[in-house]
C-alpha cells in the first residue's frame, strides 16, 4: 500500500483496517493483511453501512438494496452498469416491495419461469438470474445462503445467423451519404471493432505501415488485454476514411442504428435484384466473423482477429458457416462422386 493515506482505511502494524463513521459512531473492521486489496476494504464499508441502514428502518426493501448496491464504487464502475441497472430494474419490479433478506429461492425460481413463459428467450432470462447471484453475492454477509444459487439455468439456443454477405454490404455503404456514423460502420464491417471500443481508440493507436492497429483492453466477459490487431486492406482503408472525417472518440451506437436503417432502405430501391435484410449494425461484426472463418477455417485465428476472449463467442458468430476447406472438399467429394457413377453408367451401357 502506498503511503498516501485512504479514506476510510488504518495502517495497523503489519495490516490494514477499515473504518466506518455512521451517527456519531466508529466502527473499524478486522485486521486485513497488508496486501488486501482497497476494493475489499472497501465492500466491508458498504456492507456495514448497509447492515445499520437494515437496522434504522424495518422500511428498507429489497429495492433500496439495489439502489444502494448500484452506488457501490466497485459495482458503479464495472463497463456493464447500465446493462447491470437494467437488468435489476426487472427485479425490483417483481420483487420491489419485499425485504432482501426475505426473498427466498422459491420466490426466485418461480420469477424466473413466469419470465419463461412469456415467453423471453433463455439467455434473456440467465441474464436476469445472473445479475441477481451476484447482486447477492456482493450484498450479503460471507456465509449467508444465497437464494440463487441452485436455482434454473436455461439451456440456450443458439441464435440464427445474421451475418451479411459482403456484396450487400458494399451496396448499402454505396447509398450511404459523408458521415462519422458511416465510418464507424465501415470500422465494424472491415475491422471487425465493436462501438464500444472504436470510441477508446486514438489516432496513434493505428499503425499504418506495419497495417495494424493497438487494440485497448475489452472489460466484457472474460476481458482482453492490450493487442496489435492485424488490419486488412479494407480495414485499414476504413480507418483512412474515421482520420479524414476525424471521426475518433464516443460515439454513442444507438447512433449508428437511424443511418442504417436509412441505407438499407434506399439499398433496397436502387438495388433490387439484392437481398438486403433488415438485420442490426452489429450483423456487421458477425459478417466479418464469418467471412474470417470461411476462409481461415480455424475458430482461434477468427477469435484473435475480432478480439475475442473466448472461442465460444467465436462458435455463436460463425454458426452455419462453411470454412472454404471443408467446402472444397465438399466439392472434391461430389466430383469424384459423379465421375463413379459416369463410370457405372457407362459399363452399364455396354
Known sequence: MSKKKTKGVERVGNGLRA???ISGQLYRSPVFPIDTPLSKLEKWRSKTQMRFARRRSALTSFADDVVAYLFIDRVANMPSIDT???LLKCWVEALGSIGRDDITHDMVEKQLWLWKKKPLSEGTVNKRRTA????????????EMNPVADTTHFEEKLPPPKHIDYAVIRAVFSVMPKSVAKARLMLLAFAGIPPAQQNDIKPDYVNWKASSVQMPPRNKGKGTDWRQRPLLREGVMAFRYVRRLNAWGFVDSMNLQDPWRRALARARGKFPELSVPSYSPYSLRHSFATLAYEITGDLQKTADLCGHASTETTKRYVQGAVPKVQRQAADEVSFSMRERMRAWRHAARK
Open 19 to 21: 473504518t466506518i463513521r
Open 132 to 143: 441477481l447471484m451476484s447482486f447477492f453475492g456482493e450484498m450479503n454477509e460471507r456465509g
Open 84 to 86: 447491470q441497472r437494467h
